[in-house]
């Protein structure tokens, strides 16, 4: 049995369970002191919520691979702070400024568990990512595999994506990193 009150709010009563949910807020199952349920996506207000086999009430299944808030994106302090605190700070920072130097529209996002800071283009969208690990600092490219590298800098053999290690930190490895950085962004703008 389903009603709705003159407040906006569904009732549905089932084997003592008492489902209440208010338009965009959480599902609540109470019986005693209560719990929180998963929250009723993809309903309308004034839609009730979806009836499973047997005319029970089913909730809506979690989507773990959306955000419901978009991450934001990184602040140059932030994205400094990040690097500063990790393995081969030196030579991260030196590609993070070498990057975005050359392409200014770039936009960051740290990615604390992947233990990168990821740049962004407006047009090409994700490019490139500065990541650092114990053993050493590295440029991903997500499209590396469309790279023209003649010299056979780009390391990897996967189906996507390639790597540059940062084994020093000079004009020449400044020019190949610009010089990627144009490529990448060319190809998917």
Do not use: N
Not at 33 to 51: E, F, V, Y
Not at 129 to 157: C, I, K, N, Q, S
């Amino acid at each position: 049995m389903v009603a709705r009150t003159d407040k906006g709010r569904f009732y549905a009563r089932c084997g003592g369970y008492r489902w209440t949910r208010t338009p965009g807020m959480v599902a609540t199952v109470r019986r005693g002191a209560g719990r929180t349920a998963r929250p009723i996506l993809g309903h309308g207000s004034d839609d009730p919520a979806p009836r499973g086999p047997g005319g029970r009430r089913r909730l809506a299944a979690r989507t773990p691979g959306r955000l419901s808030v978009p991450p934001r994106w990184a602040t140059a302090e932030e994205a400094v702070a990040f690097l500063g605190g990790r393995p081969h700070a030196a030579r991260a920072l030196w590609a993070r400024e070498v990057l975005t130097g050359a392409e200014p529209a770039l936009r960051e996002r740290v990615a604390r568990g992947w233990g990168a800071l990821t740049l962004h283009h407006p047009a090409a969208g994700y490019v490139a990512g500065v990541f650092t690990y114990p053993a050493r600092a590295f440029v991903v490219w997500e499209h590396g595999v469309a790279l023209f590298d003649p010299e056979g800098l780009l390391e990897g053999d996967g189906a996507q994506v390639r790597t540059l290690t940062i084994a020093s930190c000079d004009e020449s490895t400044a020019q190949v990193l610009e010089a990627f950085l144009a490529q990448a962004v060319a190809l998917r703008a």
